[in-house]
């Protein structure tokens, strides 16, 4: 099996929460939990919120086309719902979401 770390962007094949259905989705992966991963979703849209970074070196990290962070959008993912390893987020990119992160994303209770 494909060994999996933290800071690369994937293709994970999404399901929606009714079960009826899945997408294929651009992920990066922010840690691993056993069988799992923690992802945030990437995005085609512009930010739209402060948890949401843009990707200033998406090119050379392996994405299509110019891509966003969601911070606030997690997923708890089986590694088998990963398809293929696009690429790895620069560390110019991880220091962003490194600081957005500590500065936006706080508990709610």
């Known amino acids: ?7 690369e962007l994937w293709v994970a094949d999404i399901p929606f929460t009714n079960g009826t259905a899945s997408k294929k989705r651009p992920i990066l992966i922010l840690w691993l939990d056993g ?7 990437v995005t ?6 402060q948890t949401d970074v843009a990707l200033m070196d998406w090119a050379t990290s392996g994405l299509r086309v110019a891509s966003t962070v969601r911070l606030s959008r ?16 620069s560390q110019s990119d ?14 709610q209770f």
Do not use: F, Y
Request: charged share 20%.
């Open 35 to 41: 069988d799992d991963v923690v992802a945030a979703v």
């Open 74 to 89: 997690l997923d708890c993912l089986e590694k088998a719902l990963l398809l293929a390893k696009i690429g790895q987020i």
């Open 44 to 49: 085609s849209a512009k930010p739209r919120t």
């Open 94 to 107: 991880a220091q962003s979401l490194k600081i957005a992160w500590n500065l936006h994303i706080k508990l």
């Open 1 to 7: 099996m494909t060994t999996i770390q933290p800071g």
